[in-house]
């Protein structure tokens, strides 16, 4: 192997750096001191759809055309999307072109798996239900189930945190034998895994390790929970490194850092009173009976969950109730009255907002003249949402698409990205209060996503200090030049020169094609069971939400 790359989803320089200063973590240590280092700025928002596609074809969202982990058809149903959806080509098919073999284990957004010289093993988000995420097919046996790879998000869901934790530890073990086994048993130049147990436990945790985060609990049993999980991770990447020879390469690298999260700001009670968003009535009987069958299934799975039942209850009752109860928990956008409204939110994870445009949407209101101006108003009316109790300011920058993308796909984004201030996220539904403590399915979400994350490079490419303004659109072009593969002219991101070590600056000349450019191959469309499984798997990791 020349070259591994291993991923922390939400890897967070916070967590890990005292940890390393504690001697907990020797080998990201090792790593970091022989090697070079620094924060790694992620996309706008800094949300894995577009992260990792960025990373993975080192361009911006506009270019790959993934911003989020679902979009709006016409109708606006929202739709889940895939590593089919993708439109810029990934840079592990420009080392294959090139003579360069790549294994991929739990990437994020390489389901479904193409072709590959080598393997590939499709990361979150892909469906427990489905057996063709693996590659080559002859891989299948040694990998087992989809579902194995993959947290079980609803014990936390069920309000059980002492088996999710435990759960994400394992999971994370589990990840660590089977790369192990596959890089054992199937040699590449390349290979890549992430580990996303990361992000989803700095979610739900942050608040047990931070003392500052204003429901910080020090007698909690959880206190432990994040430098648990670093820990066994780390470790992880120990036994690997142990595969590979002083000659290979290391990166460590994460899509996104993470922060601490106190409130949620919930937008569509916003958007309702300044006019830009009509709704049903509270006291309409198809939104108080919406809403008392969907608290009601809420409770009966969460205890169902607390009990640890869920296999069984979903083994004796027909599919039918659990899509009955996805389309009543998913209930966000159905009270909207869309002949009315000029705009809409779009979900937890996307931190974004829709013009309801004429031609792009069935019951669009805004027409082509108009749209300027409402989008002028929109923003303003953002920007000046403010605590009702502080006056403090809550929105940071509104940002319009085309300010912050480029390329060929930038229609297909939603019309204005918000960032809010840190501690603070935007979340849809209904609320009788425009602020509330953060929250998911009834539980604590304390953590959420910040620009920066984490990068580590160590081996006989790299130079040894500190990498200042590295960007993750800067990994795809230095692993394909570290490699002697040419340079896609459509890349936004650059070789990481700061990084690089003097001999391979002098020996070696960054080269560039123009063969890979905008690509729109068949589509991989989910069949129904395919997109419930998944329904089922982005809400239960809060990300419909």
Known sequence: MN?????????????VDPMIEDGRLPNLERLKETGVSGPLESITPPVSPPAWNSIQTGTNPGKHGIFDFSTFDEEYRRTSINASHRRSTPFWTVMNDHGTTTGLFKVPFTYPPGDVDGYLVSGFPTPNSIEDFVQPEALRGMIGSAENLFEDKSLYKGGNERKFKENLIEVAKYQTEL???LVDDHETEFAMTVYDGCDRIQHYFWKYLDESHPRYDPNSPHTDAIERYYETVDEGIGRIIEQTSNECDILVISDHGFGPLSYDIYIDEWLDDEGFLTRDAPDSPSRIATKTAAETLQFGWNVVGRAGLQDLVKSVLPASWFELGNSLQDNR???????????????????????NLKGRFTEGTVTREEYEAVVERVRESLLSIQHPETDERLVETVARSDEVY???????????IVRTNPEYTLKNGHSEQLILPSKQYGQDRSGDHRTDGMFIASGPSFDCGTVQDASIMDIAPTLLHIHGCPIPKTIDGEVLQGAIAEEIKETMSIEYTNKYGETDGERREWNESEEEALEERLSNMGYLN
């Open 3 to 15: 070259t591994l790359v291993i991923g922390l989803d939400g890897g967070e320089w916070d967590v």
């Open 179 to 181: 790369f192990l086994e």
């Open 333 to 355: 956008h159905q009270t909207i009255i869309w002949d009315e409204s000029e705009t809409f939110f779009s979900t937890l994870s996307g931190q974004a907002l829709f013009i």
């Open 406 to 416: 480029s390329g060929w796909t930038v229609d297909d984004a939603p019309d204005l």
